[in-house]
Nanobody, 117 residues
Framework: QVQLVESGGGLVQPGGSLRVSCAAS????????MGWYRQAPGKEREPVAV???????NYAESVKGRFTISRDNAENTVYLQMNSLKPEDTAVYYC???????????WGQGTQVTVSS
């Protein structure tokens, strides 16, 4: 059984910064890529960033240059550093992980990020 637990969400002013974290625990064998999706009110869940087991990264165009994804393999943790936040970044942020030898995505419970003055 794998558990993914996000933390670090909250309220931040426009232009501010926030870092969210996601730690995996349980029956972890080998983590492939990890990443983040987000879902804003009235919108579809969309991919934000992904980082592979080799630490290559990819970002949604809307966050490129502002967000940075990283991972600590020893701690089975993925981070999303969010800078220059905009109100349109307001969403529930969900982390996910893929595992070698397993199908599909494994999801965290989500953490709320609200950008408002």
């Amino acid at each position: 059984q794998v558990q993914l637990v996000e933390s670090g969400g909250g309220l931040v002013q426009p232009g501010g910064s926030l870092r969210v974290s996601c730690a995996a625990s349980g029956s972890i064998f080998s983590i492939n890529d990890m990443g983040w999706y987000r879902q804003a009110p009235g919108k579809e869940r969309e991919p934000v960033a992904v980082i592979t087991s080799g630490a290559s990264t990819n970002y949604a165009e809307s966050v490129k240059g502002r967000f940075t994804i990283s991972r600590d393999n020893a701690e089975n943790t993925v981070y999303l550093q969010m800078n220059s936040l905009k109100p349109e970044d307001t969403a529930v942020y969900y982390c996910y992980a893929r595992f070698y030898g397993r199908s599909g995505l494994y999801w965290g419970q989500g953490t709320q990020v609200t950008v408002s003055s």
